[in-house]
């Protein structure tokens, strides 16, 4: 009797234990509701060069997405807790414009949407885009924003802005950059007020860069084309050679933004952002600008210059393979971002 005694004294006790240690037990296994969302950010990066794992472990903390999310080279990757529909949401980041250039913006980013039917266990690969940066009188080209599976198979992609170029007293004219666009090609380069060229990546003053199209990245003219999915931008040209307006990298060689190149210190120019933005460039004369192109599925072509009118990068283009798609160009401003609900 006693023994029995002791073994329902044991049994009580345990449960007890059980009961106040289970809490903290179960803090190592998140369960996932057979609904939610999940917003994936720039985790706090800015720049050419996208999130460490620090970064994204400190943005992440105390979301839903703390302990989801593994960090290679910038790109988020996420496995997918259900099989079943997903509604992603994608946005591209905006091109940037001098910090001498209130009066104009750079181009807003594209907002991308669409279901998509995704597998228990499957791992996606997350790129978001970030904001160009601000040189005196011109922007860098935002970044687009990129889901992708394993295999790199995109499903859907948000072109990200151009840069804008100039300002309100300069003799070349001042612009917002391109926006990022629903369509698959990226947008051309512009100069104030129409006088469009020869289409060549490095060609002569009067050109227009091309944007690049089937995944390939904008055409460089004198700042940097953006990066597409494939392939990279064409690289800024210029008089001066060692002053050179890098082009961004396309998302498969790792969606770097453009920088500058060379060794020349007295004139300014700022990064694309991470996902393909093209580095702008300034002319030889401080108040001139040329703004970069976006990143996106294909990138945007880099601004360029007729002689007296300088020219505003052109957005980079979109890619959707969803269903029940929506779509909308010239919306985004600041960084991108992607949402997964189902």
């Known amino acids: 009797m006693k023994f029995f005694f002791f073994l329902i004294q044991f049994f009580l006790f345990s449960i007890s234990c059980y009961s106040q240690i289970l809490p903290t037990y179960q803090g190592f296994f998140k369960h996932h509701s057979s609904s939610g969302e999940r917003q994936f950010t720039n985790c706090g990066k800015t720049g050419k060069s996208g999130p460490s794992q620090s970064n994204c472990n400190t943005a992440y903390f105390s979301t839903d997405l703390e302990g989801e999310v593994t960090v290679?080279?910038?790109?988020?990757?996420?496995?997918?807790?259900?099989?079943g529909t997903y509604t992603i949401t994608v946005y591209g980041a905006q091109g940037s414009i001098g910090s001498s250039s209130s009066s104009k913006a750079g181009g807003k980013g594209a907002k991308i949407s669409g279901e998509f039917?995704?597998?228990?266990?499957?791992?996606?690969?997350?790129?978001?885009?970030?904001?160009?940066?601000?040189?005196?009188?011109?922007?860098?080209?935002?970044?687009?924003?990129?889901?992708?599976?394993?295999?790199?198979?995109?499903?859907?992609?948000?072109?990200?802005?151009g840069g804008g170029m100039g300002t309100s007293g300069n003799s070349r004219g001042h612009r917002d950059g391109g926006p990022g666009l629903t369509g698959t090609s990226g947008g051309d380069s512009e100069i104030t007020p129409g006088n469009f060229g020869a289409a060549a990546s490095g060609s002569g003053?009067?050109?227009?860069?091309?944007?690049?199209?089937?995944?390939?990245?904008?055409?460089?003219?004198?700042?940097?084309?953006?990066?597409?999915?494939?392939?990279?931008?064409?690289?800024?040209?210029?008089?001066?050679?060692?002053?050179?307006?890098?082009?961004?990298?396309?998302?498969?060689?790792?969606?770097?933004?453009?920088?500058?190149?060379?060794?020349?210190?007295?004139?300014?120019?700022s990064d694309g952002g991470f996902g393909g933005g093209g580095a702008s460039h300034d002319s030889s004369v401080s108040t001139n600008g040329y703004g970069g192109g976006g990143g996106g599925y294909s990138g945007g072509g880099g601004g360029n210059w007729n002689g007296s009118q300088s020219g505003n990068g052109g957005g980079g283009g979109s890619y959707n393979s969803g269903s029940n798609q929506s779509n909308a160009s010239d919306i985004n401003e600041g960084h991108g971002k992607v949402i997964i609900s189902w």
Not at 118 to 124: G, R
Not at 141 to 146: E, N, T
Not at 218 to 227: D, L, M, Q, Y
């Open 72 to 83: 290679s080279n910038g790109i988020q990757s996420w496995t997918v807790p259900y099989t």
């Open 117 to 161: 039917s995704l597998t228990k266990n499957d791992v996606i690969k997350i790129l978001v885009g970030q904001q160009g940066l601000e040189g005196d009188y011109m922007g860098g080209g935002g970044g687009g924003s990129y889901v992708v599976t394993s295999n790199d198979t995109p499903l859907i992609i948000a072109g990200g802005g």
């Open 205 to 269: 003053g009067g050109a227009r860069a091309r944007g690049g199209s089937n995944g390939y990245g904008g055409g460089g003219s004198v700042a940097g084309g953006g990066g597409g999915f494939i392939g990279n931008g064409g690289k800024g040209w210029g008089s001066q050679t060692n002053n050179i307006a890098n082009a961004g990298l396309s998302f498969l060689n790792g969606g770097t933004g453009g920088d500058i190149s060379g060794t020349r210190s007295n004139r300014t120019s």
